[in-house]
Structures are given as structure tokens and as C-alpha cells.
């Protein structure tokens, strides 16, 4: 299981499984989430930078089927409302956070390990589209080529290739054939 802690106020060595990438920051982390596969993000509220509750909506959008584990100061019932609406799977208070957090990631691997052994298959993700990604999509679909959507869609061919390869990482998918058979099958 790949872990990202964002965060500080506790040792990466104290949590189990130990977080293979550990950042103190909101920019830091959210290049780490944009450019790496993690399957659990334990996020603390007060960063260097800002609050973690800002990077729920991120980490579902790339990250759909990961876990996420926000630590915060009993602020009562208002934010961990706001922060399950936003995202989070859990939310745990800070006095306590690395024992409970410790028995929270032995729940979630064997939720985890319960869905692959029942061989879940992932939803497709064309429901992650953006509505200009999902146009884009429908063009492929016509046998249209990068060049020829770059003209309809008034785009430069950097800004089409751009949104090609934003298609294939939420689809899962290596070009624009498997692209186009993932969307018929639906």
C-alpha cells in the first residue's frame, strides 16, 4: 500500500504501515498527488501553508478509490461534516491520532483486501470527465485525429494532447483505441 502523511506533528515512524512519502505542506503535497499513485492519504488540518480540508476534492478526483484519514483538533461536529462531504474517509482527532490511525489502516487493508478477493471490478471512470474531456472523447470516438480536434475545438494541439493524456489516466487506459473501446462498452 502506497501512503502519503501530509503533515508534521507526527513521526512517520510511529504510524504502521510507515508512509513511504511524508511532506509538511499544501504545494509539496499537492505535486505529490498529482504525480504519484498513492492508495491512503492521512491528512493533517493546519499545514505550513493553509488547511487540509482543501485537498479532499483533489485526492478523489486523482485518486477515486484511495483512503483518506484527516487529523484535526476536536472542532466539533461542523468539520468532520464538512470534511466526509468533501472527501474524507475518516476523520480522527489529533490527541490520538497515530494509535488510532495505526488501527484504522489494519480496517481499511482488510476492507481492501475483502473487495479484491471478491474480484470487484473498478467503475469505469468516464463519470471523472471533465465536460470538455468527455467532448474530447466523443471526437476521438469519430476517428477524429489530435490535429482535427485541435481545429473544431479552437485549441492548440499542446492543449488537446494535454487533455488526451488527463482522458487516458482517469479512464486507466495507454491510448486512444482503448479509450474508445472502454467507451463503447459502457
Given at each position: 500500500?502506497?501512503?502519503?502523511?501530509?503533515?508534521?506533528?507526527?513521526?512517520?515512524?510511529e504510524?504502521?504501515?510507515?508512509?513511504?512519502?511524508?511532506?509538511?505542506?499544501?504545494?509539496?503535497?499537492?505535486?505529490l498527488?498529482?504525480?504519484?499513485?498513492?492508495?491512503?492519504?492521512?491528512?493533517e488540518?493546519?499545514?505550513?501553508?493553509?488547511?487540509?480540508?482543501v485537498?479532499?476534492?483533489?485526492?478523489?478526483?486523482?485518486?477515486?478509490?484511495?483512503?483518506?484519514?484527516l487529523?484535526t483538533?476536536?472542532?466539533?461536529?461542523?468539520?468532520?461534516?464538512?470534511?466526509?462531504?468533501?472527501?474524507?474517509?475518516?476523520?480522527?482527532?489529533?490527541e490520538?491520532?497515530?494509535?488510532h490511525?495505526?488501527?484504522?489502516?489494519?480496517?481499511?487493508?482488510a476492507?481492501?483486501?475483502?473487495?479484491i478477493?471478491?474480484?470487484?471490478?473498478?467503475?469505469?471512470?468516464?463519470?471523472?470527465?471533465?465536460?470538455?474531456?468527455?467532448?474530447?472523447?466523443?471526437?476521438?470516438?469519430?476517428?477524429?485525429?489530435?490535429?482535427?480536434?485541435?481545429?473544431?475545438?479552437?485549441?492548440?494541439?499542446?492543449?488537446?494532447?494535454?487533455?488526451?493524456?488527463?482522458?487516458?489516466?482517469?479512464?486507466?487506459?495507454?491510448?486512444?483505441?482503448?479509450?474508445?473501446s472502454?467507451?463503447?462498452?459502457?
Amino acid at each position: 500500500m502506497q501512503s502519503l502523511y501530509i503533515g508534521k506533528s507526527i513521526k512517520a515512524s510511529e504510524l504502521s504501515p510507515v508512509p513511504l512519502r511524508q511532506v509538511s505542506s499544501l504545494r509539496a503535497a499537492l505535486a505529490l498527488i498529482r504525480t504519484e499513485r498513492f492508495d491512503l492519504f492521512i491528512v493533517e488540518r493546519e499545514l505550513d501553508d493553509g488547511d487540509g480540508l482543501v485537498l479532499a476534492p483533489t485526492i478523489r478526483r486523482i485518486h477515486p478509490y484511495s483512503f483518506s484519514i484527516l487529523i484535526t483538533a476536536p472542532h466539533g461536529w461542523a468539520t468532520h461534516e464538512a470534511a466526509q462531504h468533501l472527501g474524507f474517509s475518516e476523520v480522527i482527532g489529533v490527541e490520538s491520532a497515530a494509535l488510532h490511525i495505526n488501527s484504522l489502516v489494519e480496517k481499511l487493508l482488510a476492507e481492501r483486501g475483502n473487495q479484491i478477493t471478491k474480484k470487484v471490478e473498478p467503475v469505469v471512470g468516464i463519470h471523472l470527465l471533465s465536460l470538455r474531456e468527455r467532448e474530447i472523447l466523443m471526437d476521438l470516438a469519430t476517428g477524429a485525429t489530435t490535429e482535427e480536434i485541435a481545429r473544431k475545438r479552437h485549441n492548440s494541439i499542446a492543449t488537446i494532447k494535454s487533455h488526451l493524456t488527463s482522458i487516458y489516466r482517469k479512464l486507466g487506459v495507454r491510448n486512444r483505441v482503448e479509450a474508445i473501446s472502454k467507451l463503447r462498452s459502457n
